[in-house]
């Protein structure tokens, strides 16, 4: 998985890049990186809770990439200063700050840890992206009943079976699930 994610942000675009959730994964901010976490993990990262409900505080079309690396399962599905589903919500605003062309690097752990784990709220998969997809048809009544546009188009897709912390027994099935996404 560390070496799916290493790969798939090798050849980012340059410019202002966001890493949500970043952990301990604090990437260069002389790259560009912009690093966001609710922990004050280190003095480079951006202190800041998703759960807030408020807007994220970058303009429009600011990220030509975003790092979603195990963070997404993370999101609850209400916030008391958002109506409805939180994660339509955030999704917009991750649209909302991402420059045309944007490259979305998503990775997430596969069942059952991605279930099972008490930290965790949903599993993310390409499915969680479908209101989302330009190419979905089945989308596109959903989408339109919330008023979603399609802008994101899939350009990578993989089921990562790796040995992983997580999951001490090798049971031959998928570990996490890597995707990129381009903002359309
Ligand atoms: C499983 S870790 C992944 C860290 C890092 N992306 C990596 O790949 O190593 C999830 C991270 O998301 C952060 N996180 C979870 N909920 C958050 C929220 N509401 N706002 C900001 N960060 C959050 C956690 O603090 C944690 O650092």
Same mark, same amino acid.
């Given at each position: 998985? &560390? ?10 675009? #340059?410019? *202002? !890049? ?7 994964? @604090?990437?260069?901010? &002389?790259?560009?990186? /912009?690093?966001?976490?609710? %922990?004050? @993990?280190? *003095?480079?990262? =951006?202190?800041?809770? $998703? ?14 990439? @975003?790092?979603? =690396?195990?963070? %997404? ?6 916030? *008391? !200063?958002?109506? &409805? ?13 991402? +420059?045309?062309?944007?490259?979305? /690097?998503?990775?997430? *752990? +596969? #069942? ?10 949903? $599993? @993310? ?28 188009? $899939?350009?990578?897709?993989?089921? %990562? ?6 999951? #001490? ?8 699930? &890597?995707? /990129?996404?381009?903002?359309?």
């Amino acid at each position: 998985m &560390g070496r799916w994610v290493a790969e798939a942000s090798e050849d980012l675009p #340059p410019g *202002p !890049k966001l890493n949500l959730g970043c952990g301990m994964d @604090i990437r260069d901010p &002389g790259d560009g990186w /912009v690093n966001l976490d609710y %922990l004050p @993990i280190d *003095p480079d990262v =951006v202190v800041w809770d $998703l759960e807030c409900g408020d807007p994220l505080p970058w303009a429009d079309h600011t990220f030509k990439a @975003i790092l979603l =690396v195990d963070v %997404l399962e993370h999101i609850p599905h209400r916030s *008391p !200063k958002v109506k &409805g589903e939180f994660f339509f919500w955030l999704m917009e605003q991750l649209l909302r700050v991402s +420059a045309p062309g944007a490259k979305w /690097v998503v990775c997430s *752990p +596969a #069942p059952p840890q991605s279930l099972a784990s008490a930290g965790h709220t949903r $599993l @993310i998969d390409r499915g969680t992206f479908l209101e989302w997809e330009t190419t979905e048809p089945d989308s596109s009544a959903e989408a339109q009943y919330l008023s979603l546009l399609p802008r994101l188009r $899939l350009l990578q897709y993989s089921v %990562l079976r790796k040995w992983n912390w997580r999951q #001490p027994v090798w049971f031959g099935r998928a570990c996490a699930y &890597g995707m /990129v996404w381009e903002v359309v």
